[in-house]
């Protein structure tokens, strides 16, 4: 499969289902599209101990495929709202979310932008960023990345924990945009560039990012393997709903 | 013991300015029919704790909330609330307690155990301190003296909550897998009133693979509202799923709402049912896959 054959969305679902390779047998939840596609990629390739759920209250043992309309067919076990917060709040969790604002600290914003009592525009809250992040790993998927994301100062309304913080510390896994692949191991956490994805350029990167970043690596970002394109588009998105999420982009 | 009630009747027992928890969770299992009820009241000023959906929307539209304690508003299959964005970038809610959703349940956890807090590392690095001035910290007593959040309990006027199935005496079923955090709803009120699906006799509650379905007492439950359908649009699994088309033109009415008011809020339950499909079009409502 040459990489003018794979897309975007492929790539980074390929990408970001490496997020939970090394973890072992905890709760990976993927929030949003790709990183949902991105756990389903895990479970079945890179970790095939992973707990995931059906995004409603069921652990299950295999991805739902997207349009799948009998998904307890599947469970092995029960995940309620109140189950998953028992589990994360010991940490044996690992997420992958779509902040709307993220800064140089790595806090993320999805309550709102602007000033807070009278916002220019009304999120979904802080949700469980907070809890989240201070208890367990969480990894970033980016479909728009541009410095209305990254953004220059610090995040309008602090939803999760960042590296700014005296006492305590956020584990953060990869940040996969829809230009590159980032983490937050720099110096002093700083972000750090460590695949560029094909056809995009170190300044397309650095026009786009609010904030300077180290770069660790300017290679280009792995593209996904014929057993993982198959496994996308055969089993878990076989309609091929994945490339709505960038558009008419390919 | 009879504690089959009306709206009206629910009506009577909250005034204006009280605290009120909903139960459900986004746009699964809301008391939608006691919240028109409530848009289509004189009451103000009242304070809305939930895992809020399209309630809070309707709610923020119709002019009754001075106060928010959430996490989150969210319609689930669709991320955002329009009614309650507008609402919000308008600056119409003036007062907001914005923490994180198992700070939520902490808060009402507290208030059902009677507890003044409940101590969590859960909101330290975010605004979710800065914002909430009212959230203070507490040092352990024991040897690792380590500070912590002591999350201030969330005491409810009243719960209202939407189950499967009750019976006259206020014993309810909720057969959806996911009982979300109703029970503390219930628990952490001083009323609490249930609509419910369906109304059957005690009796039927008798077989164990039907009671275990019950997820809380009935002496915390004060009314029982017979009103089916009465989560629409948001689920009742396994009744019905979350109806998205009508979520759809909820959405676009956060501009008209006094059409959206006029046609799905100013009448009665009965007419609504019948303005929104009837019961075979809301029982047809396939589950949603996430």
Redesign the interface.
């Known amino acids: 499969m040459s990489t003018s054959s794979t897309t975007l969305a492929e790539l980074c679902i390929s990408i970001a289902a490496k997020a939970w390779q090394k973890d072992g047998e905890i709760l990976a939840t993927g929030i949003g599209l790709i990183p949902r596609l991105a756990v389903g990629l895990s479970k079945l390739h890179f970790n095939k101990d992973l707990l995931m759920t059906d995004g409603e209250a069921f652990l299950i043992d295999q991805p739902i495929s997207l349009g799948q309309k009998n998904p307890i067919s599947s469970a092995e076990g029960l995940m309620t709202y109140s189950r998953v917060f028992d589990l994360l709040w010991s940490g044996h969790r690992h997420a992958m979310v779509s902040p709307t604002q993220i800064d140089k600290y790595a806090q993320m914003n999805i309550s709102c932008i602007g000033e807070y009592q009278n916002p220019k525009v009304q999120l979904l809250g802080v949700r469980g960023f907070p809890g989240n992040s201070i208890c367990h790993k969480n990894s970033v998927f980016i479909p728009n990345h541009s410095k209305k994301v990254f953004v220059e100062n610090e995040v309008d309304m602090v939803s999760s924990l960042g590296f700014n913080n005296n006492i305590y510390k956020p584990n953060v896994g990869i940040v996969v945009t829809n230009l590159c692949v980032f983490d937050f191991n720099g110096n002093k956490n700083s972000l750090r560039l460590l695949s560029i994805h094909p056809g995009v350029s170190l300044d397309e990167i650095e026009e786009n990012t609010g904030f300077e970043f180290e770069i660790f690596s300017e290679s280009i970002s792995e593209i996904p393997t014929k057993t993982e394109l198959k496994l996308i588009r055969n089993i878990l998105d076989p309609s091929g709903i994945r490339e709505n999420i960038f558009g008419a982009k390919k | 013991m009879n504690k089959i009630v009306n709206t009206n009747q629910i009506l009577s027992q909250i005034t204006d300015g009280m605290t009120i928890g909903i139960g459900g969770?986004g746009a699964r299992r809301k008391p939608m029919s006691i919240i028109r009820a409530i848009c289509k009241s004189d009451l103000k000023d009242l304070t809305i704790v939930t895992y809020?959906g399209p309630d809070v929307g309707l709610l923020c539209s119709a002019k009754k909330v001075k106060k928010l304690i959430?996490?989150?508003?969210?319609l689930d299959i669709i991320?955002?609330d329009s009614h309650?964005?507008k609402a919000?970038?308008?600056?119409e809610i003036k007062e907001l307690m914005?923490?994180?959703?198992?700070?939520l349940?902490w808060g009402l956890r507290a208030a059902a155990m009677r507890l003044p807090f409940l101590p969590t590392?859960?909101?330290?690095?975010?605004?979710?301190l800065?914002?909430n001035k009212e959230i203070k910290l507490v040092k352990s007593p024991y040897d690792d003296g380590e500070e912590l959040i002591a999350m201030p309990a969330i005491n409810l006027d009243v719960s209202l909550l939407h189950v499967n199935t009750a019976d006259e005496k206020g014993n309810t079923l909720i057969y959806?897998?996911?009982?979300?955090?109703d029970d503390l709803f219930a628990r952490a009120a001083k009323q609490t009133f249930v609509s419910a699906e369906q109304i059957i006799k005690t009796s039927e509650f008798k077989k164990a693979e039907v009671a275990v379905y019950n997820r809380f007492e009935r002496n915390l439950v004060h009314g029982v509202f017979h009103s089916e359908g009465g989560a629409h649009p948001t689920s009742c699994d396994p009744n019905y799923g979350i109806d998205i088309a009508h979520l759809k033109e909820y959405s676009q009415a956060s501009d008209s709402f006094d059409d959206y008011y006029k046609k799905f809020i100013n009448i009665s339950n009965n007419e609504y049912l019948d303005a929104v499909g009837g019961m075979s079009h809301v029982n047809s409502i396939s589950k949603t896959?996430?």
């Open positions: 969770w809020g959430f996490g989150f508003v969210s991320p955002l309650f964005r919000r970038q308008a600056g914005e923490i994180d959703e198992g700070m349940q590392r859960v909101g330290f690095g975010t605004d979710v800065g914002k959806g897998p996911d009982p979300f955090f896959i996430f």
